[in-house]
Each structure stands twice: as structure tokens, then as C-alpha cells.
């Protein structure tokens, strides 16, 4: 048993874990280990369940599951996580990617994609479906080249913070994050502060 590679499922649709533990556990090597509902059950599993992999969706009743991803990436780094989600759009890729997912498969992907995406991500490489393969590189490529805390900025903006408690959030002057709002708005070619926003909120530079 010590050789197989153990899986987590975590999805708040009880028949959708049961379709994936029968359609995994047919795979030579997989050992379905532990499932979860929503987050918080999740994250108390992992330290008895040991997983390597974590096939989590996005959108799960009280859990989002890209924060989850995130929540796993500083607890767990140990477990490599692969969202298993409808969601095809480029922002949830991308966004998913930078909170320590390591893959990005559509639900209605063929199976042997996930068993790619286990054995893709046990190797130490990222792995995402096909089906969004092309729309992630346009928008990777077209990704504004915005620094880390001018992406903390503009997350705050699109909470409808102002410069002040954005300020006082980051621990930083008002001026400073003044300074902020304008380089964004120069690399980014944008006309006021409404553009601004508009932008940050569209983009995903926000919760989800």
C-alpha cells in the first residue's frame, strides 16, 4: 500500500466523491484515503488521512475552493492540489495557480485526464485540462505585469476599500498607496478611479 498514490476528495456533492472514488480506485497504484464535504472537515482530515493529492472543486456550499488551495499551500505543502471544477474561465485558472493548486481539470473532462493530472503533478509538474489550455495562455500573456503588492491593492480597491483603509489595512501611508493607484493606473492605461475598480472587480482581484 506504500506505493500507491493516496487521494483526497473533497466536493460538497456526496454522489459526485462516490463516482470519483469508483472511477479512481480502478486505477492500478490510487488509494482513495479520505473525503470531505467543505473546508473546515478538509483541513481536519488531512493529518489522519495523509493524502498526496487533493482533487478539490471551486465551488462548494460555505467553501471556496481556490482559498482552500491556498489554506492547504501553507499548511500542507506536502499535498499537491488539483481542483476538479466547471468552472473553464482563464481568472479562475490563473488565480488557482497562484494560491499552490498544481492542476486545473474540468469535471467533464475524460477520466484519464485526472489520472494525467495525479500522475503530472506527483512528478512535480503543473497539469490543466485541455479545454482551457488555449484561453489560459491568451490570458497569461495578457496578465497586466502588476507587482505583488500593487495585486493587494488592487484586491482591497475591489472590496470598495478607500485609500485610507487600504492604508491601514497594509500598514502603509496614504501616500504610498496613493503612489500605488497611479502605477497601477499608468501600466495599465486606465482613466480614474472608477476604471480602476472596474478593472480590479472584472479581473478577479478580489475574493471569488
Known amino acids: 500500500?506504500?506505493?500507491?498514490?493516496r487521494l483526497m476528495l473533497i466536493d460538497d456533492h456526496p454522489l459526485v466523491r462516490d463516482?470519483?472514488?469508483?472511477?479512481?480506485e480502478t486505477v492500478p497504484g490510487?488509494?482513495?484515503?479520505?473525503?470531505?464535504?467543505?473546508?473546515?472537515?478538509a483541513l481536519e482530515a488531512v493529518p489522519h488521512c495523509v493524502p498526496d493529492v487533493a482533487l478539490m472543486d471551486i465551488a462548494m456550499r460555505g467553501t471556496n475552493g481556490i482559498e482552500l488551495a491556498k489554506v492547504f499551500h501553507e499548511r500542507f505543502p506536502q499535498v499537491r492540489v488539483i481542483m476538479l471544477t466547471m468552472h473553464d474561465?482563464?481568472?479562475?485558472?490563473?488565480?488557482?495557480?497562484?494560491h499552490g493548486a498544481r492542476g486545473?481539470?474540468?469535471k467533464d473532462s475524460p477520466a484519464q485526464e485526472i489520472v494525467a493530472a495525479v500522475h503530472a503533478v506527483m512528478a512535480g509538474k503543473r497539469y490543466y485540462s485541455a479545454g482551457v489550455a488555449d484561453a489560459l495562455a491568451i490570458a497569461s500573456?495578457?496578465?497586466?505585469?502588476?507587482?505583488?503588492?500593487?495585486?493587494?491593492v488592487l484586491a482591497?480597491?475591489?472590496?470598495?476599500?478607500?485609500?485610507?483603509?487600504?492604508?491601514?489595512?497594509?500598514?502603509l501611508s496614504v501616500r504610498t498607496v496613493e503612489t500605488h493607484r497611479l502605477?497601477?493606473?499608468r501600466k495599465l492605461e486606465l482613466d480614474g478611479s472608477a476604471a480602476l475598480v472596474k478593472f480590479a472587480v472584472e479581473h478577479k482581484f478580489t475574493k471569488l
Open 141 to 152: 500573456a495578457a496578465e497586466p505585469q502588476v507587482t505583488q503588492r500593487e495585486r493587494e
Open 30 to 41: 490510487f488509494k482513495v484515503v479520505g473525503e470531505a464535504g467543505d473546508g473546515p472537515s
Open 89 to 98: 474561465q482563464p481568472q479562475y485558472v490563473l488565480e488557482a495557480f497562484r
Open 1 to 5: 500500500m506504500s506505493d500507491k498514490v
Open 104 to 106: 486545473y481539470v474540468l
Open 156 to 171: 482591497l480597491l475591489a472590496e470598495g476599500l478607500s485609500s485610507k483603509e487600504i492604508a491601514q489595512r497594509l500598514d
Open 19 to 24: 463516482g470519483l472514488r469508483v472511477r479512481l
Open 183 to 185: 502605477n497601477i493606473k
